[in-house]
């Protein structure tokens, strides 16, 4: 009998098994409803956004018509405030700085709920202030986890693939037809080989297809159709090495209950144990950090503010050179204010001097993680969906990077225009916020 | 009864590959526990750590404005909890830390989640994760061919002959494989116990055996429904097909897909627009630090009145601290409209969810095995509350300090001393006795029993129906 004879045997076999059928319907089913999440995930941050946008662009429109165009400064029932100084125009400019949602988020949602997509950059900022929280959502659903197209190829796909082969050759076996078929066929691995292959083939096409009714649901192709030819790759790799184990177990075994048996202890075991044990031993031997370091910041800053000028100047000009030549460095009487205006760039220093260590524990924890993909391929594959599709942790920290350079931006130029005593006009505003929102 | 039920156990511990089975199971579950404790002493110490030194800092204040220490604040972190070891619950998704300070209700920020990349789907390997995932699958492979394989063999045509009752026979049969499942149940609640020693009490233990009593009755349905399967199907590997199927759906589609339904039912409100209405009906009220607002002139006028005087300066009292708890007093009330407002949400979304639980068993186990942890939402927003309590209590005392403390109105450089900072109480969490939160899971319990119903009424049904041959 030719191979190709016997893979097109298999289609005669598989639609003649209603179970196998409604396995593969109920997985396209799951599919698309997984694609429809993230889509709509995706929408939802995309709106989000665009309605803070349109927000800021609103409250920098009033502080122009309200100040600017009228030429009032300092509003009556605030009169502490002064638009025209650095200062106060630089914490009404309203920047925000937002992690745009890939549209590869149709594939996997992965962190995007642990985090936040959002943030106001203001001088007191960091990239771990509460506002930068993740959207309200029920604990129990996150913890429950989200059905999305990762889920489906992460957790369903091993299953259907199980369904599909769990009785390849050990039912032929049972029935005693093995050596009838043995007659026909030079080797046995080879009439398996070719069997399993179908499948994969199958799965393959529903993938592909699937994959592609992802694009049709937020613009995949036009602006990361590298996600696309990634994601697909690594959905068969990740079938390949599910179809390697289940052939493993396949060509030894001789009974549908001994196959179906080891087929689903190893879709435990690398689904559910491996990757819960390794969660297990990194939170016991790496607890969740009370971020008590970043606390502290608090009672140094109270410290910092408790110094006498001369250190504090020090320290300052330490920071910014800059400022030994600005105007009003040379004028001893402006100082003072000049000073204590500056004092959100020390304790910015302190913030990002307490968060290294933080986030020297996360690296610790990430790279513990990566150590254990090795024998953890579904974290491994959990994580590189992440990755492809933008919603991997290390895009969220490097989006808090990102909040830290522009609020590090934000200080120096308040810093240095205060020094340089500028006065600031609308055309002065609007540069601010044009320049504050660039890294 | 006991007897055939013995004679099962006999012939399921001949079976090497069944024994070893279980025996790993077993090491299995206990190494779980183990891990699930060492986990818990590591947190708890942790907390106890991050927990004093706030208590530290706090106490070293010298002197300090009270309305100044208002906004230092403190913070206070989530406990961990000894059952978290058999179900974690929602606690890897919530975060720990949560900043108690003056004007503002904040949220509690920086979950265990939001610290690494991911590593498991289905969280750490608790308890929970063996008993709800693996060991019904387990239980699914003893009990798929015990009536068609007996079918099969002709041994039930011979056990028949013999004058054994169908329905002695089927439930004993059911009862065998449900008694070992209860056994590995057993095994994990004693490991349990064994581990935490003298920290079980009487609170722990109801809760414990809640737990226990729903694994139980889930273990019972899933073992009656495959024996009905059983009795059902002639071949053996149809009952099987048919069993994984229903684990499939119950255990993986239905509680994302239930869950994520409900969510769309009763809609949370995003980040930005909660945030924006707590805004706006702030803004309505008095403005603590604007001594220029209307609702402070109000406010003055009114005290001076009380007070028999004619300007703030002629108070015995500093007006600024009213002026602060005033501000607060109003905050309170729109906190309390607001977060209640997600509160009800969120209640109506766990209602529903629970609703669930009429078509697929699973996810009424899944919310009682959490809520008996003491690890659910309904947990965690008790803990929250708790704290707006505290938050609420220790601002007032600040700012009763600030008024009535011996400053005078517009004293800003006024400093209480140490002992004041001392005298304020610390945050103490009260964990929710069971006794209170028990009626939440009522529904879940009684369609936890419904299915047992239906599972006996199967039995009986199928007992009937059985073919022999």
Redesign the interface.
Request: aromatic share 14%; charged share 15%.
């Given at each position: 009998m030719k191979y190709r004879d016997l893979f097109l045997y298999e289609w005669k076999h598989f639609i003649r098994s209603p179970?196998k059928i409604?396995?593969l319907v109920?997985f396209v089913v799951?599919g698309v409803?997984g694609l429809n999440?993230g889509a709509s995930l995706h929408e939802?941050h995309e709106r989000?956004i665009e309605?803070?946008e349109k927000?800021a662009s609103e409250d920098r429109q009033k502080v122009i018509d309200d100040y600017f165009i009228t030429g009032e400064l300092n509003p009556e029932?605030?009169p502490w405030i002064d638009y025209g100084t650095p200062f106060w125009s630089i914490w009404f400019s309203y920047v925000h700085h937002f992690k745009n949602p890939s549209p590869a988020m149709v594939y996997s949602i992965?962190?995007s709920e642990?985090?936040?997509f959002?943030k106001r950059v203001t001088f007191w900022a960091s990239p771990?202030d509460?506002d930068l929280?993740?959207?309200?959502?029920?604990?129990?659903?996150?913890?429950?986890?989200?059905?999305d197209f990762s889920?489906t190829i992460?957790?369903?796909l091993p299953?259907v693939l199980l369904?599909l082969l769990?009785?390849l050759k050990s039912w032929e076996s049972e029935q005693g037809f093995m050596q009838l078929i043995l007659v026909q066929m030079p080797s046995k691995n080879i009439w398996l080989a070719s069997r399993v292959s179908f499948y994969i083939f199958l799965l393959v096409a529903t993938i592909l297809a699937l994959l592609l009714v992802g694009t049709a649901l937020t613009p995949v192709f036009e602006h990361s159709p590298e996600a696309f030819t990634q994601m697909l790759f690594f959905c068969i790799a990740y079938l390949l090495f599910w179809a390697a184990l289940y052939f493993i177990f396949l060509s030894g075994s001789k009974t549908?209950?001994g196959n179906?048996?080891k087929m689903?202890t190893a879709y435990?075991l690398f689904?559910?144990?491996i990757?819960?044990?390794?969660?297990?031993?990194?939170?016991?031997q790496?607890?969740?950090?009370?971020?008590?370091d970043f606390?502290d910041v608090?009672?140094r800053q109270?410290e910092l503010y408790n110094q006498p000028d001369s250190l504090f100047q020090a320290k300052l000009n330490e920071l910014y050179p800059e400022i030994l030549v600005s105007s009003v460095y040379k004028d001893s009487t402006k100082r003072g204010a000049a000073r204590n205006r500056s004092a959100a760039s020390l304790v910015n220093e302190l913030k990002k001097s307490s968060l290294l260590l933080i986030e020297e524990?996360?690296e610790k924890?990430?790279a513990f993680?990566e150590g254990t993909f090795w024998f953890?391929p579904v974290?491994y594959f959990?994580?590189r969906f992440?990755t492809i599709s933008g919603t991997?942790?290390?895009d969220?920290q490097t989006y808090r990077n990102d909040v830290q350079t522009l609020i590090d931006k934000q200080i120096r130029t308040m810093v240095l225009d205060t020094w340089n005593n500028k006065k600031i006009d609308r055309s002065g505003y609007e540069k601010y916020i044009q320049e504050l929102e660039k890294l | 009864m006991w007897s055939m039920i013995k004679n099962e156990w006999r012939l399921l511990i001949r079976n090497r590959v069944l024994l070893g089975v279980s025996v790993g199971f077993i090491g299995l579950l206990v190494l779980t526990i183990y891990l699930g404790n060492e986990e818990s002493k590591e947190q708890s110490e942790r907390y106890e750590k991050a927990k004093a030194h706030m208590c530290e800092q706090w106490e070293s204040i010298k002197e300090m404005n009270p309305h100044g220490a208002a906004h230092y604040g403190t913070y206070v972190f989530k406990p961990n909890n000894s059952l978290s070891s058999l179900d974690e619950g929602v606690n890897n998704i919530t975060g720990n830390v949560l900043r108690v300070e003056g004007h503002v209700q904040n949220e509690i920020v920086h979950s265990e989640a939001s610290q690494s990349q991911v590593v498991s789907k289905f969280g750490k390997l608790k308890g929970s994760l063996i008993l709800q995932y693996t060991v019904p699958l387990l239980l699914i492979f003893l009990a798929f061919q015990s009536i068609s394989g007996e079918k099969q063999s002709g041994r039930l045509k011979l056990l028949l002959m013999q004058g054994t009752k169908p329905s002695k026979l089927i439930f004993s049969k059911a009862l065998s494989v449900w008694l070992l499942g209860n056994l590995l149940l057993l095994i994990t609640i004693l490991a349990y116990a064994l581990f935490i020693g003298s920290d079980m009490n009487s609170e722990i233990f109801t809760r414990t055996a809640f737990l226990a009593l729903s694994y139980s009755l889930y273990y019972f349905v899933l073992t009656a429904l495959t024996i009905y399967f059983s009795i059902r199907w002639s071949n053996s590997n149809v009952s099987l097909t048919t069993m994984l199927g229903i684990w499939i759906v119950w255990t993986i589609f239905l509680p994302n897909i239930i869950m994520s339904s409900v969510e769309n039912w009763h809609k949370l409100p995003s980040r930005e627009e909660f945030k924006t209405a707590m805004d706006d009906d702030r803004s309505q009220g008095l403005d603590g630090h604007n001594p220029e607002d209307e609702r402070s002139k109000e406010l003055e006028e009114q005290t001076l009145k009380k007070y028999g005087v004619d300007s703030v300066s002629q108070l015995p009292i500093n007006f600024d601290g009213i002026v602060m708890q005033a501000d607060e007093e109003y905050g309170n009330k729109v906190w309390d409209k607001h977060f209640g407002d997600l509160r009800k949400v969120l209640t109506k979304q766990k209602q529903s969810y629970q609703l669930g639980g009429i078509i697929n068993p699973f996810i009424s186990l899944q919310n009682m095995s959490m809520g008996f942890a003491g690890n659910d939402n309904l947990h965690h927003q008790e803990f929250l509350v708790q704290v707006e309590k505290y938050r609420r209590v220790f601002i007032k005392r600040l700012n009763d300090e600030h008024a009535y403390g011996g400053s005078k109105s517009g004293e800003w450089g006024w400093k209480a001393d140490n002992a004041f900072f001392k005298s304020v109480e610390d945050f103490v969490y009260k964990p929710t006795p069971f006794a209170k939160v028990v009626s939440n899971y009522v529904m879940d319990l009684v369609l936890l029993l419904l299915w047992v119903l239906i599972a006996c009424i199967l039995l009986i049904l199928g007992t009937k129906k059985m073919r022999v041959l």
């Open positions: 179970f409604i396995a109920l799951a409803y999440k939802q989000e309605k803070i927000r029932d605030r992965g962190q642990q985090f936040g959002y771990y509460a929280a993740e959207e309200i959502a029920n604990p129990e659903r996150l913890q429950t986890g989200t059905l889920f992460l957790f369903l299953l369904v769990y009785n549908v209950l179906t048996l689903s435990l689904a559910f144990i990757p819960a044990s390794v969660h297990q031993v990194l939170s016991t790496y607890p969740p950090n009370m971020m008590t606390i608090r009672d109270q524990e996360f924890k990430n993680i953890s974290s959990q994580n992440n991997h942790f290390d969220y | -």
